[in-house]
């Protein structure tokens, strides 16, 4: 009876499905977020994981391209990416080779496509009138409102190079602080006036009242015509058409813009950041961050195709199979909330998840090494059809001293020497070993690998701390970082002030348990050079303010790159940049005017040979200075099921989704031979239970004879 | 007794006050209004002109506690304290930090929670009484001693423990119900199942002890010697007299957490994905959301004040000899 109460309300042969039975068999990808997206507004939202979602819905006019290494930008809504126009203080325009201290000017001018409409929205439906439907609500409705359903009518318009132009201009308005003004505003000229303009105005209305901002002039950014538009910036800046690539820069159109500036939408948490309005593959039609994500096709998507070349062996992996066909592949992607990982990882083993990471408690169940040192798929995973995706991320995560410290900083002999020992001290192939399973590759210098600048094998080793041998870079010896230490006067690590062991300091915000043997792992490599060590455990906030005052003396840091250039990685070190005063994104506050030089110069100029010698010359200062011990660059390891294709790493692209297909039958079959229910067990509780309630119902009985005499 | 409710209601505001400060000298202790500006506009490319401008935008830019600048009552009013929490009083919870109602982020999120606690607390006060019940009927056997040695095993044991292993037993090795998940209406049923019977079953140790040390207090009293002697059954001697009478100190447990039951579990919700209140308040912890912060624990404060008050009048009802004045 209990069974026929249950099988009803699961209704599928699979009873752990957590999905309705109706899904069975559809075209949806099934994925998971840990962390609730805040912002969903192109102008906003900085973050990878709120790029997952909007990066599918809203389209800048640029790319990168899906297969092809290095990455490489391709149009999106654009018709081609354009190249810079130099013009030099007098407006006149330069060849292309022109030196960068002579351009005062780059003008890029986008012609995007005519025929890309936006997803249906009720911003753009229009009444019997002609006026719009949906904007000028009453009080009444507006408070009847909770999300978007009511509206019921919809439509779309074609997407207009002006909608561009509105969205830089949105990145000016204060009251949306956008991430990237601050630096926007150094290059697209008029922007930080626009900022002055807008806030003004502002004060002149209601707090809620919608600003038209199509009647602000914005000198950097121009429509030509209803489909091109011309952006203008100060100087030289090659990473800007990076830039563009990313949701900052992608359309908005100024209808959807009005529409929720309506009063009283915003008490209604009907805005922006909530719900989307894009041109893209797929449209957010579910947006409950506390549970689930959905976005579905979008059924005005504009023609875009599957690429058909890529770099060597995509086509051995079946990733030019598709080649030429219309995307997206899939007609749904529901993201649901995974916040602990052991539910995400047992949930993608029973095929609810298409796709999963590894965290460090799954590792050993998922991956191996193999003798040669290779990583491979335990034979679970293997019969199970699971395939393993490696890639190593264009991060850096290193070790910094604070050049501002009287003890490790400086430029000084003795600190060069000490933060040299030091580098050689820490090693960060153990490290990764014993803290991340292998994944990692130890750094030899600020640039990762996949960015231009980053060299392979003995010319891009770090002399300081390695030596090459015949079977690559080896960590220099201890004895070779004592020598470094007496040589800058600290011999077997006795601080000659004190007479004691040096004492340096290491902010650290892990602060729980699992953060005790990574710390007692670093205590013991100081203990190598009889360097004590002294753990300085903090929150995240105050670590903070000790590293923006300039209290901390060595810490940990990390960069993810936002765009695939080595000046995005040079930057952290480049003075100007420092953290204390400036606040800017040199935690170690290192200031060396070589490499500042080298910088200013090599920021601006397009990959190339001339490039490349400035790059190695920068990481030979630095290599040489060493304000960072250059600690690792991660590597991500992700698992897919047999039935997902396409699937390669990206770690530029955010718009992947509309490149995977997958095999929804072979997903049905598999999940239901891997979860049928297991009922004997329960069976045999029953069966317990029962026998132990027989001697009690008898003994029961025993007693209430007894007092009934 | 409604002079009793209105004196109750009465002392509950200091009380609120005094939490209300409490909760906002701990948070701002931690957490400054340029950390919060930080956490909201996120980590990368973050200008000291950003920050000033979250915090005028979010009222932030005002002295914590006291303002010094202002004159007469300005000086109280005029700072992060008085407006952030003054509207708390009316139920008007404001907005979040990240810019939502937070009020209807509750009204929404309060079910889920409700949906998981209240069977939990139902059937497992029926479950545990019960048992109880059983091991007072025992009390000396074989079965009265392994059961308690049961019970204090199951007490011993970390919560964590029963959602991990109901989670591995009934999801991954049975493959039963889903290890994870909600979903609205009655498709919420499949994904309640778990987390309810891994709840009913976390709280018999301790709730099975301690209703028996309760029963064994009464099952030697006079009434019952009474009753038995009247020719009662065992049964309606343990639940007609001595249940009735072991309702008081049983009451002092429960009716006090039932409001608190909306306010959700922290981690079941977070392990088992229940979108309910317990997750809203660890999410608003760690994105350093003061707003939601202080509207949760103001609501807890509420909710357990009138759990209190519930309690006394409760007393009334199962006891004449009590009265409240």
């Known amino acids: 009876m209990w069974l026929a109460m249950v099988i009803p309300v699961f209704g599928q042969a699979a009873w752990n499905n957590p999905y309705p039975a109706s899904d069975d068999g559809q075209n949806i990808l099934y994925s998971a977020f840990a962390e609730r997206p805040k912002k969903l507004d192109p102008a906003r939202s900085y973050s990878s994981n709120e790029y997952i979602f909007i990066a599918n819905i809203y389209e800048p006019p640029f790319q990168y391209h899906y297969l092809k290494r290095p990455y490489t930008l391709t149009p999106l809504t654009a018709v081609a990416v354009p190249k810079p126009v130099y013009y030099d203080k007098r407006d006149r325009q330069l060849p292309e080779d022109a030196a960068s201290s002579d351009i005062a000017y780059s003008v890029y001018t986008i012609r995007i496509r005519d025929d890309i409409q936006y997803q249906p929205h009720p911003s753009f439906a229009r009444n019997e009138a002609g006026d719009w439907r949906y904007h000028r609500l009453s009080p009444a409705e507006i408070a009847s409102l909770h999300n978007l359903e009511p509206l019921t009518q919809t439509a779309t318009r074609t997407l207009r190079a002006a909608d561009y132009v509105y969205q830089i201009k949105r990145l000016a308005d204060s009251r949306l602080h956008s991430p990237i003004f601050s630096l926007m505003s150094e290059y697209i000229i008029g922007l930080k006036e626009l900022a002055k303009s807008i806030s003004d105005a502002r004060k002149q209305t209601a707090k809620d009242a919608y600003l038209d901002l199509n009647a602000f002039e914005l000198a950097g950014a121009k429509v030509l015509d209803d489909v091109t538009y011309q952006i203008r910036i100060h100087g030289k800046y090659p990473q800007f058409l990076y830039w563009m690539a990313m949701p900052f820069f992608a359309p908005m159109p100024f209808e959807a813009d009005r529409f929720f500036s309506q009063p009283g939408l915003f008490e209604q948490n009907i805005t922006l950041d909530w719900y989307a309005v894009g041109t893209g593959p797929y449209m957010l039609t579910v947006n409950d961050p506390n549970r689930k994500m959905v976005l579905q096709r979008n059924p005005n998507f504009h023609r875009e195709v599957y690429p058909d070349e890529g770099e060597a062996g995509d086509a051995g992996r079946g990733l030019l199979v598709d080649a030429g066909k219309e995307l997206p592949f899939i007609d749904k992607v529901i993201f649901s909330l995974e916040k602990e990982g052991i539910p995400y990882w047992n949930k993608f083993l029973q095929g609810y998840y298409d796709r999963s990471g590894i965290s460090a408690e799954s590792f050993d169940q998922a991956v191996r090494f193999t003798a040669t040192g290779d990583t491979d798929l335990t034979a679970d995973m293997k019969d199970n059809g699971i395939r393993l995706q490696t890639s190593v991320a264009a991060s850096s995560l290193y070790f910094g001293f604070n050049m501002l410290d009287p003890v490790v900083g400086g430029h000084s002999e003795r600190a060069r020497k000490l933060r040299q020992a030091i580098s050689i001290t820490i090693d960060f192939e153990e490290q990764i070993s014993i803290f991340r399973n292998g994944r990692g590759i130890v750094a030899q210098g600020p640039i990762p690998p996949g960015i231009f600048g980053f060299k392979e094998g003995k010319a891009g080793m770090n002399p300081v701390v390695y030596d090459w041998r015949e079977d690559g870079p080896v960590r220099k010896s201890i004895a070779v970082a004592r020598q470094l230490l007496s040589e800058a006067g600290y011999k077997n690590g006795i601080n000659p002030k004190t007479g004691k062991p040096l004492l340096l300091y290491f902010e650290s915000t892990g602060t729980g348990p699992e953060d005790k043997a990574r710390l007692d792992w670093m205590r013991k490599q100081f203990d190598k050079l009889n360097i004590q060590l002294v753990i300085r455990a903090t929150d995240y906030n105050r670590f903070q303010d000790k590293m923006r005052t300039g209290h901390a003396q060595m810490f940990t840091w990390g960069w993810n790159a936002d765009y695939p250039d080595p000046e995005n990685f040079m930057f952290l070190l480049y003075g100007p940049n420092k953290k204390v005063g400036n606040n800017g994104e040199n935690a170690a506050n290192y200031d060396n005017p070589e490499f500042n030089r080298l910088f200013e110069q090599m920021k601006d100029m397009d990959n190339s040979p001339e490039r490349q010698r400035i790059i190695d010359r920068m990481v030979a200062i630095v290599r040489h200075d060493a304000p960072w011990a250059w600690g690792y660059h991660p590597k991500q390891f992700s698992l897919e099921h047999s039935w997902l294709y396409n699937s390669k790493p990206n770690l530029m692209a955010n718009n992947t989704l509309k490149y995977y297909r997958l095999d929804a039958n072979l997903r049905t079959s598999k999940r239901e031979q891997w979860n049928r229910p297991v009922l004997w067990p329960v069976i045999v509780a029953l069966f317990l239970l029962a026998a132990i309630a027989v001697p009690a119902i008898s003994l029961y009985r025993r007693h209430e004879l007894q007092v009934r005499g | ?325």
């Open chain 2, 1 to 325: 007794m409604i002079a009793y409710i209105i004196r109750r209601f009465f002392y509950a505001i200091p009380i609120l006050i005094g939490v209300n400060v409490i909760t906002f000298a701990l948070f701002f202790v931690l957490n400054s209004p340029d950390d919060m500006a930080r956490a909201q506009l996120g980590v990368k490319r973050v200008t000291n002109e950003a920050i000033a401008s979250w915090k005028a935008d979010y009222g932030y830019d005002q002295p914590l506690l006291i303002n010094t600048q202002a004159k007469g009552l300005a000086k109280l009013t005029n700072t992060i304290f008085y407006n952030k929490s003054i509207r708390l009083f009316v139920f008007d919870f404001g907005r979040s930090d990240a810019g939502r109602d937070i009020g209807y982020d509750i009204s929404q999120r309060m079910w889920p929670s409700l949906a998981i606690a209240l069977p939990i607390f139902i059937i497992g006060i029926l479950i545990n009484i019960t048992f109880a019940m059983l091991l007072a009927f025992f009390r000396g056997t074989y079965l009265d001693v392994w059961g308690v040695v049961l019970c204090v095993v199951m007490m011993s044991i970390s919560g964590l423990f029963y959602i991990i292993g109901g989670q591995f037993l009934l999801s991954k090795f049975l493959h039963l119900v889903p290890i994870s998940g909600y979903d609205d209406g009655l498709n919420a049923i499949k994904f309640l199942i778990l987390p309810v019977i891994v709840g009913i079953i976390g709280g018999i140790g301790s709730g099975t002890r301690l209703y028996r040390t309760l029963y064994l207090e009464e099952i030697h009293r006079d009434y019952v010697r009474t009753a038995r002697a009247k020719g009662l059954s065992e049964f309606r001697v343990l639940f007609g007299h001595v249940l009735k009478n072991a309702m008081i100190p049983i009451l002092t447990g429960v009716v006090v957490v039932i409001p608190l039951l909306f306010i959700g579990s922290l981690v079941m919700e977070s392990f088992f994905g229940i979108p309910g209140l317990g997750s809203y308040t660890i999410d608003a912890i760690n994105a350093q959301d003061f707003a939601v912060v202080r509207a949760m624990v103001f609501l807890g404060s509420v909710l357990y004040i009138v759990g209190l008050m519930l309690t006394d009048i409760s007393y009334t009802l199962v006891d004449p000899r009590v009265r409240l004045s």
